[in-house]
């Protein structure tokens, strides 16, 4: 049950797209669709913007988009904001033993 | 809505119990789980365990600590626990209480637990 792999960080300028990356196994990402992605502010708890892979909540900005290849799923998010700055991380369903994080990602607008 | 409650601060060996009162949802909602997850800056997003209603009750516990959890609803008070026996300092981390439908869509306000001596 080891944690899911995200890069350490990623940058991009206002208005251009960035990709995180999340990498599991056949355990979870590669056999659950049950792949979320969460946005997390400094002292906040984290927030849903992405569930089922590729599903969006409400009020969250279609500039959110998910997917899956095999065992990896990735977060893109398109036309860059200031307030997209923030702390990134995937959830995959893992089975019996419940749920599995990724490491992280720090999203700088440069 | 979950509003977390519990110690804050902790020796080694002690035992961490935290609750989570839920409103607007019921803890035997046959759709949701009821997770306890953590945070730290050395080990990120950690699922602990969480505990579901499906006919009967379940738990599924994480590897990493599942010798040392317990996690308990309690249907009277619509309300989920957690305890973490014998805590060490590297149980040191923010930890969060959250439903999930097959993702987290509810946390709580997050409660910082410190383990010292």
């Known amino acids: 049950q080891s944690a899911l792999t995200q890069p350490r960080s990623v940058s991009g300028f206002p208005g251009q797209s960035v990709t995180i990356s999340c990498t599991g196994t056949s355990s979870d990402v590669g056999t659950h669709n049950w792949v979320s992605w969460y946005q997390q502010h400094p002292g906040k708890a984290p927030t849903l913007m992405i569930y089922?892979?590729?599903k969006r909540p409400s009020g969250v900005p279609d500039r959110f988009s998910g997917s899956k290849s095999g065992n990896t799923a990735s977060l893109t998010i398109s036309g860059l904001q200031t307030e997209d700055e923030a702390d990134y991380y995937c959830?995959?369903?893992?089975?019996?033993?419940?749920?599995?994080f990724g490491g992280g990602t720090q999203l700088t607008v440069l | 809505q979950l509003k977390q409650s519990g110690p804050g601060l902790l020796k080694p060996s002690e035992t961490l119990s935290l609750t989570c009162a839920i409103s607007?949802?019921?803890?035997?909602?046959?759709?949701?789980?009821w997770n306890w997850i953590r945070q730290s800056p050395s080990r990120g997003l950690e699922f602990l365990g969480r505990?579901?209603?499906?006919?009967?009750?379940?738990?599924e516990y994480a590897l990493s600590v599942e010798s040392r959890i317990t996690i308990n609803p309690d249907t009277s008070k619509n309300q989920v626990s957690l305890q973490l026996k014998s805590v060490t300092p590297e149980d040191t981390a923010v930890y969060y209480c959250?439903?999930?439908?097959?993702?987290?869509?509810?946390w709580g306000q997050g409660t910082l637990v410190t383990v010292s001596s």
């Open positions: 089922d892979v590729n």
């Open positions: 505990t579901y209603y499906r006919s009967k009750w379940y738990n």
């Open positions: 959250a439903r999930d439908l097959g993702f987290h869509d509810f």
């Open positions: 959830c995959s369903y893992a089975g019996s033993y419940g749920w599995v």
């Open positions: 607007g949802d019921s803890v035997s909602n046959y759709n949701a789980g």
